[in-house]
């Protein structure tokens, strides 16, 4: 190799992005059965470069070669740590990671909607939209130097690179141990990602309670910061993604009940099916008791003092099917209540303030379609009793 092609293949990964399309020039390179010995000319190659400098041209020195080795010869490589050039490449990658590096990105905006375990859970990397040259080299990394490849993985803001690892196992034989996680990252997402990690083999297994890797993995989600943690598990219990609910991931919310109630008196609860899932989860497994009622009651509040209300028939139907007659009838009072302190309603308002009577006499008619849907499921339940 000599300083001309290194410049080449520099301004070629920096202007184009790392996969070098023609790359053909890149066989009369580099020496692709003895990496090591034109890994030797580095730092001759670099003398003239500013220090601050080399580990931009470190970077493109590696990307190139990687751009002739095919993924399965990865595992045959030498080991990458023992490189003299490897200290500047490691200071690269701790940048671009950062995204503090001047070159082009394909990644797409990792951007979670309001249920976090959903958007994680339904999430997948787009084909080929994290280049094959920095896969191979981060397989590398991983087969010699675990630690500095978890560090720049949480240390990534975007997240996609953290995202397609975890979720579309592209890192050879992967396996996350507990020196592995930086449970002090402070990025509440990644803790999605890691929970749907450990939790995602053992959703469909009914043996998961005996298996010893749930276990393993159940220890490892423990340990992740316990307000983030009971966040992610009623967002991963009000989820229409999840087929079934984990009891020891569950149990977490029971063993921590001060913790568990301050978290759900803060929960955004966006519709009817959520509320219900919660409900369903946290009576039947007991870890609301019967006289935490009102911690639902103050959900169903908040949504019916919204500007508008859109609740689904089917869905009301399904939660008030779950409730006892004295949580109908409390139901049934709040909504009563929240529907007297209507204002805009009366036909001077619809004469002179039009658009406030249009929002409030809609939300009447709704709480309309709510009392008589509670009143069909009180007459099932109490029968003659029932006035």
């Known amino acids: 190799?000599?300083?001309?092609?290194?410049?080449?293949?520099?301004?070629?990964?920096?202007?184009?992005?790392?996969?070098?399309?023609?790359?053909?020039?890149?066989?009369?390179?580099?020496?692709i059965s003895d990496f090591r010995s034109d890994e030797n000319d580095f730092e001759d190659l670099t003398q003239d470069?500013?220090?601050?400098?080399?580990?931009?041209?470190?970077?493109?020195?590696?990307?190139?070669?990687?751009?002739?080795?095919?993924?399965?010869?990865?595992?045959?490589?030498?080991?990458i740590t023992k490189f003299n050039s490897y200290p500047?490449?490691?200071?690269?990658?701790?940048?671009?990671?950062?995204?503090?590096?001047n070159i082009k990105y394909k990644y797409h905006p990792v951007s979670p909607y309001h249920n976090h375990y959903s958007f994680v859970k339904e999430w997948w990397?787009?084909?080929?939209?994290?280049?094959?040259?920095?896969?191979?080299?981060?397989?590398?990394?991983y087969n010699y130097d675990k630690k500095l490849f978890y560090e720049l993985i949480f240390n990534e803001k975007c997240n996609y690179i953290f995202m397609s690892f975890f979720k579309g196992r592209i890192i050879n034989k992967f396996k996350i141990k507990e020196e592995n996680i930086d449970y002090e990252c402070g990025d509440e997402l990644k803790f999605y990602i890691i929970f749907n990690y450990l939790t995602e083999p053992?959703?469909?297994d009914d043996k998961s309670q005996s298996n010893l890797m749930w276990h393993y993995n159940y220890n490892l989600l423990k340990k992740?910061?316990?307000?983030?943690?009971?966040?992610?598990?009623?967002?991963?219990?009000?989820?229409p993604m999840v087929s079934k609910i984990l009891v020891d991931v569950a149990n977490i919310l029971k063993e921590n009940p001060s913790m568990f109630y301050k978290i759900f008196e803060e929960l955004e609860i966006k519709n009817i099916r959520e509320l219900y899932y919660l409900f369903e989860i946290l009576t039947k497994l007991e870890i609301v008791s019967e006289n935490k009622f009102n911690i639902f009651l103050d959900k169903l509040e908040n949504m019916f003092t919204e500007k508008y209300i859109t609740v689904d028939l089917m869905d009301w139907n399904i939660f008030l099917s779950l409730l006892n007659e004295e949580e109908l009838i409390q139901i049934k009072k709040l909504i009563i209540n929240v529907k007297n302190d209507l204002v805009y309603v009366s036909e001077l308002d619809k004469e002179i303030r039009y658009t406030k009577y249009s929002i409030d006499i809609n939300k009447s008619e709704k709480f309309?379609?709510?009392?008589?849907?509670?009143?069909?499921?009180l007459r099932k339940t109490s029968g003659d009793n029932y006035e």
Do not use: T
């Open 125 to 141: 990397p787009r084909p080929f939209s994290i280049p094959e040259s920095f896969i191979k080299l981060l397989n590398w990394i």
């Open 368 to 377: 309309n379609e709510l009392l008589l849907a509670c009143d069909v499921i």
């Open 224 to 239: 992740i910061n316990l307000e983030v943690l009971i966040k992610i598990i009623l967002d991963y219990i009000k989820s």
């Open 49 to 79: 470069v500013r220090p601050k400098d080399k580990p931009e041209y470190a970077f493109a020195f590696y990307i190139g070669f990687l751009n002739l080795v095919r993924k399965d010869e990865i595992d045959d490589l030498d080991d």
């Open 1 to 31: 190799m000599n300083r001309n092609a290194l410049d080449r293949i520099h301004e070629k990964i920096f202007v184009e992005g790392l996969d070098i399309l023609d790359s053909d020039f890149l066989n009369d390179v580099y020496d």
């Open 202 to 204: 053992f959703i469909d």
């Open 88 to 101: 500047y490449l490691k200071g690269s990658l701790k940048q671009y990671f950062k995204g503090h590096m």
